[in-house]
């Protein structure tokens, strides 16, 4: 627990601003979208701004409190889980859009901002911020930059890594620095934006966030495939890209995700079919009209049952909505629902569909599957009880297997959803000894006193000899 | 005043995977007003969640914060229509709140009497609240209430009173009793469903014509129509408020009161009670003696609007006048609609109320932002958290008046008072605050229209 001075410094030092010390207060603080994975705060702070964010640094620093940084906490790596005892940095009142420039359509933001409000801001001016992670509705900007947040349009669109012009960011020692700018091209020095997105908060605070935006697609047609197999719905995709076609949306949903899904959404899903593709297409209006019907042909050939096409926007929209309610609405079928994120190349992704099927019979498992097929981006889903030791058990096994064929097919433990807690214990393996260790080269310089988000992503003094699933721990 | 139990958590003591089924994805926190108002996780859903948990887990102990953290929910259950993986926090909420009266953390002398006089005197003894409704009809009738208005003495009651008093439902002359025969046949034709209507307590003493309107409709629709006489409260106040023994003493007593297996359906028009009702399979569900029956209850019972629907309601006809040949268009009226949290979150009834106000002739529906956000009325949230309630009153007030609508259609006679107030406060001098009416009293008007 943080001392009583500490927690008084800190309310002097930001004064207006909440500092949440009961009980009552923090519980609700101690975890982010992630099952199984909890831990008490000190103390939850939401500074208003960088000079805030800077002077509790600088404090924690003095009484070597460790800081955890969050959004809305909808995580799914763990990533800001707080660390026993630390103080928590809570951005959601830094919720301020700056700036839009529509001359060199860029967006500044707080990082305190939602996603969605991002995009709608950007949608009215004509303008498209394409990120749209899962929890877009709820996630903050600041959030998706630290976990380099990924979304449905990855595949033709990338992840956030790819609309960050510039950062501000408060470093472990309360320096704040702006990294990048709004110019095209910048070759001057390190890249160092780049290394601060997707650090999850281990390296300091971002608390300016400058986005590139695009010009809106003129047209966009959404069309839903159901098929008899698994295996058809993944050939149907390798055949769209070999055909070189790179669709916005390439989204795949199994069975029971399918069930769970409708069952929330109501949006006519046809509950009957194995594997079902959700497709969209954006662009100019000729160039959508001329890939909608290849793909649909591309869908037949592959013994689609049927190909259906979005009569409306809107329903384009519910449905894209509802698909991305699936990792929350297969939580109806047990009590705790373990969602992971490996990905293959694209190529390798039938493969991995086999596989995982394999995996839940052999540890007798239940998985649900689905995920962005069209960059290899696989959810697959335990489906479990975490008060069942020796189910958890088999969960574990089931998931180092499922990892380490990931990344056998040259892949990765995690396409999107960020290393934290979650899969710290599998990141060496993938990364090998000298970029695992550059790592903390890094971590060291930068922090030498590890108070930044500690023991996320990896830890600085290994203390496990083997890769565990910390999951269910 | 609750008897003193076992020192049991009762969170505890619940299925431990109703509170599993949430996983904290964060799906409710941008719909959930006491959120939005706040930006603090403990003032939502899955933060309230996660304190019902501490406590099952016995990490934390029912505390006084935790007690004021669940009379801070407004029970809207916007977070149950906004959540993927389908927490029950209905029950969730109603256990919590139990949990708390049991406590004792939040007791003192003035709440334990307001406490045992509504929960355990009035809204347990039908004549004692009816009594008391004929009362304050005198009092608004004689004129006494606006003479006690101008003069001032509405003072002596202290600030928190006085502050309310101007928000006293207006008491209707005749109650539903006096309005509606025990048993009334359809309007003509041969019968095709029997139905049992529910009068409801506010509803019966405020709003007795939204009752007589909902017997109309069901009989030009084919429908026979039962009314008990006297009924009694449903219990949905009291399940709402930690006082589960009363609602289950209450859902007991109602289904004491009729013989369900004449009846095809069983009616209530009002949004909050329709949503406790319903759940009268899950209240009694350990009764041994009425667990069968209370079975049979929720599955028989429905929302007005739903019912209609379920039947295929007849549409109104454009009023005679209108169709003589060179007869001027008749004028459009523009009309929004709210929805009471209970009838839309509670009973996922939403599409239905609309399909009937569509039907309406010579009325044009505009969607007002937010139309599922609870107004701040809440069961009695208006009178316990007038802060809050304030806030969600001008919000929801400057939504309905954006929308240039002169009428306001809403289902619950809780949102209809507090749109009522909100509105007349919302709008200047001399500006016509627009009309709040129940969708049913307008579609028993279309049909009397027909007949010009």
């Not at chain 1, 069952?263 to 209006?285: Q, R, S």
């Not at chain 1, 309610?325 to 039938?350: H, K, N, Q």
């Not at chain 2, 909100?422 to 627009?434: D, N, Y």
Request: hydrophobic share 40%; glycine share 8%.
């Amino acid at each position: 627990m943080p001392s009583p001075e500490f927690v008084a410094a800190l309310k002097a030092a930001l004064p207006g601003q909440s500092v949440l010390t009961e009980r009552e207060d923090i519980l609700p603080y101690g975890f982010d979208g992630t099952a199984t994975l909890k831990g008490t705060a000190g103390a939850v702070v939401f500074p208003k701004d960088a000079a805030a964010v800077s002077a509790a640094i600088k404090l924690a620093r003095t009484h070597r409190v460790p800081v955890v940084t969050r959004g809305s906490g909808t995580g799914l790596s763990g990533g800001s889980v707080p660390v026993a005892g630390c103080v928590v940095l809570c951005l959601v009142d830094m919720n301020r859009i700056l700036e839009l420039d529509a001359k060199n359509l860029t967006l500044l933001a707080e990082p305190g901002v939602i996603t969605q409000r991002i995009f709608d801001t950007a949608d009215a001016a004509g303008l498209f911020y394409p990120p749209d992670p899962g929890s877009m509705k709820i996630s903050t900007i600041g959030g998706n930059v630290a976990e380099n947040a990924g979304g449905l349009r990855g595949l033709k669109y990338g992840v956030t890594r790819n609309y960050v012009m510039g950062l501000e960011v408060v470093l472990p020692d309360g320096a704040i620095a702006w990294l990048g700018n709004k110019c095209v091209k910048d070759v001057a020095g390190y890249n160092l934006r780049d290394l601060f997105i997707g650090s999850e908060g281990t390296l300091g605070v971002v608390t300016k966030v400058l986005l590139k935006l695009l010009p809106k697609p003129a047209a966009r047609q959404t069309l839903l495939a159901t098929y008899a197999t698994m295996d058809a719905a993944a050939e149907t995709v390798s055949a769209i890209i070999a055909e070189r076609i790179i669709p916005c949306t390439l989204e795949f949903l199994d069975r029971r995700t399918l069930r769970c899904v409708e069952a929330f959404a109501k949006v006519g899903l046809p509950t009957e079919a194995e594997a079902l593709l959700l497709i969209e297409t954006d662009g100019h209006p000729a160039a959508v009209a001329d890939e909608a019907l290849r793909i649909e042909a591309i869908c037949a050939r592959h013994h689609a049952l049927a190909v259906r096409r979005a009569a409306t926007p809107e329903e384009a929209v519910r449905l894209a909505t509802a698909r991305r309610s699936a990792f929350s609405a297969l939580a109806r079928l047990r009590p705790t629902t373990i969602l992971e994120d490996a990905t293959v190349p694209r190529s390798e992704l039938a493969t991995m569909i086999r596989f995982i099927s394999a995996v839940a019979k052999k540890h007798r498992v239940e998985i649900a599957t689905f995920g962005h097929f069209g960059d290899g981006n696989l959810h697959p889903t335990f489906l479990t009880d975490e008060r069942n030791t020796e189910e958890m058990h088999r969960v574990e096994a089931a998931m180092k297997e499922i990892f380490e064929f990931a990344l056998s097919l040259g892949g990765t433990i995690t396409g999107e959803h960020g290393v934290g807690l979650a899969k710290k214990g599998f990141l060496k393996q993938q990364l090998g000894d000298a970029s695992f260790g550059l790592l903390k080269t890094i971590k060291r310089a930068l922090d030498p006193e590890g108070l930044m988000n500690p023991g996320k992503i990896f830890d600085l003094v290994e203390t496990e000899a083997t890769p565990s699933v910390p999951h269910g721990a | 005043m609750e008897p003193d139990s076992p020192p049991v958590s009762k969170l505890a003591a619940l299925d431990y995977s109703v509170l599993q089924q949430c996983m904290h994805c964060g799906m409710c926190l941008p719909t959930c007003p006491t959120y939005v108002e706040t930006g603090r996780e403990r003032n939502s859903p899955r933060g309230r969640i996660a304190l019902m948990r501490a406590i099952a887990d016995a990490e934390l102990e029912a505390t006084k914060a935790f007690g004021e953290e669940m009379y801070y929910c407004l029970g809207c259950l916007a977070c149950t229509t906004a959540c993927p993986a389908g927490v029950d926090y209905a029950v969730l909420f109603e256990t919590a709140r139990a949990e708390v009266e049991k406590s004792g953390q939040l007791r003192t002398p003035q709440r334990n009497a307001v406490r045992w006089f509504a929960l355990r005197f009035v809204f347990m003894r039908p004549r004692v609240l009816r009594a008391i409704g004929r009362l304050l009809w005198l009092w608004q009738a004689s004129g006494l209430q606006k003479t006690s208005r101008r003069l001032g003495l509405t003072r002596l009651l202290g600030k928190k009173l006085a502050g309310l008093e101007p928000q006293t439902p207006v008491i209707r002359r005749q109650f539903s009793d006096g309005l509606i025969e025990a048993v009334e046949a359809p309007t003509k034709g041969p019968r095709r469903h029997r139905v049992l209507v529910l009068t409801g307590c506010v509803q019966d003493l405020a709003f007795s014509d939204v009752n007589r309107a909902t017997v109309d409709v069901l009989r030009e629709n084919g429908c026979e129509v039962l009314t008990p006489r006297a009924q009694h409260c449903c219990g949905s106040l009291h399940a709402h408020n930690g006082d589960e023994d009363a609602a289950r003493e209450l859902a007991r007593r109602q289904l004491d009161a009729v013989d369900l297996s004449t009846v095809d359906a069983i009616i209530s028009n009002a949004g909050g009670c329709g949503s406790h009702l319903r759940h009268y399979d899950h209240l009694l569900h350990d009764d041994a003696r009425y667990a069968a029956r209370a079975v049979e209850w929720s599955r028989k019972m429905r929302d007005i609007h739903e019912w209609l629907v379920e039947i295929d309601f007849r549409k109104p006809q454009p009023p005679a006048a209108s169709k003589v040949p060179g007869a001027p268009a008749a004028s459009t009226t523009a009309l929004t609609y709210h929805e009471s949290c209970h009838l839309c979150h509670g009973q996922k009834v939403s599409r239905q109320p609309r399909e009937i106000l569509k039907s309406l002739p010579g009325v044009e529906l505009r969607e007002c932002a937010e139309a599922t956000w609870c107004c701040g009325s809440a069961g009695v949230y208006n009178i316990t958290q007038p802060e809050t309630a304030g806030w969600l009153q001008t919000r929801k007030v400057g939504h309905v008046l954006a929308t240039g609508a002169t009428l306001v259609a809403t289902a619950n006679p809780g949102c209809h008072l507090q749109l009522e107030n909100g509105l007349k406060a919302g709008c200047a001098p001399g500006e016509c605050a627009p009309k709040v009416v129940h969708p049913i009293v307008l579609l028993a008007q279309a049909y009397a229209a027909e007949r010009g």
